[in-house]
């Protein structure tokens, strides 16, 4: 993936600032390169095919559940991806010129555990934040550490710490972990 950042050249601004923004922007992709996982439920339309369009969910063998094709591998791919190779598959003798849009209605859920007033599983919203994710969760408790947390992303062998600050991303399948704060 190539992203350029246009940063006016200005005395306020430096080199390695432009950079550091760069490389923002690159950690945190756009929704259309979202990668596909288990739980994910998404709206397929086939133009002029009103049977073969509607709104499916990711399964656990991590496909899409289609007719006439069957079943398509979802999990790790993007929607254009995904609606490329249900093209493909609706051209080898079901229908003429498909022309196919798919639009992600809702994101798999995240978890948060831990110090927090509610812990449990809840639905990920575009451009959830750690705090986001604490406010959905009820809180901290007293006891709660409010400087680092601990992040699973989805498919990821181990926790990573992170550091809480306001703009910390929260992204779909994520396990939140908030430790207890020690005296």
């Given at each position: 993936?190539?992203?350029?950042?246009?940063?006016?050249?200005?005395?306020?601004?430096?080199?390695?600032?432009?950079?550091?923004?760069?490389?923002?922007?690159?950690?945190?992709?756009?929704?259309?390169?979202?990668?596909?996982?288990?739980?994910?439920?998404?709206?397929?339309?086939?133009?002029?095919?009103?049977?073969?369009?509607?709104?499916?969910?990711?399964?656990?063998?991590?496909?899409?559940?289609?007719?006439?094709?069957?079943?398509?591998?979802?999990?790790?791919?993007?929607?254009?991806?995904?609606?490329?190779?249900?093209?493909?598959?609706?051209?080898?003798?079901?229908?003429?010129?498909?022309?196919?849009?798919?639009?992600?209605?809702?994101?798999?859920?995240?978890?948060?555990?831990?110090?927090?007033?509610?812990?449990?599983?809840?639905?990920?919203?575009?451009?959830?934040?750690?705090?986001?994710?604490?406010?959905?969760?009820?809180?901290?408790?007293?006891?709660?550490?409010?400087?680092?947390?601990?992040?699973?992303?989805?498919?990821?062998a181990q926790s990573?710490?992170?550091?809480?600050?306001?703009?910390?991303?929260?992204?779909?399948?994520?396990?939140?972990?908030v430790g207890e704060?020690?005296?």
């Amino acid at each position: 993936m190539s992203i350029s950042l246009a940063v006016p050249a200005s005395p306020a601004t430096s080199p390695s600032f432009a950079a550091q923004m760069e490389t923002a922007v690159a950690q945190d992709p756009p929704e259309t390169d979202y990668p596909l996982g288990v739980a994910d439920k998404v709206r397929i339309i086939v133009f002029d095919e009103p049977s073969l369009s509607g709104e499916f969910t990711v399964n656990a063998n991590g496909a899409l559940s289609l007719p006439l094709i069957g079943d398509v591998r979802a999990v790790g791919q993007t929607a254009t991806e995904v609606a490329t190779v249900i093209r493909r598959h609706l051209m080898d003798g079901y229908v003429l010129q498909p022309r196919v849009s798919i639009d992600i209605l809702t994101f798999r859920p995240f978890y948060i555990l831990g110090e927090v007033n509610k812990p449990g599983e809840y639905p990920y919203s575009s451009g959830l934040t750690i705090d986001g994710a604490v406010a959905t969760a009820q809180g901290y408790t007293y006891r709660a550490d409010k400087r680092k947390v601990f992040i699973k992303h989805a498919g990821a062998a181990q926790s990573v710490k992170a550091r809480i600050a306001p703009d910390l991303k929260v992204r779909p399948g994520d396990t939140i972990r908030v430790g207890e704060r020690y005296l």
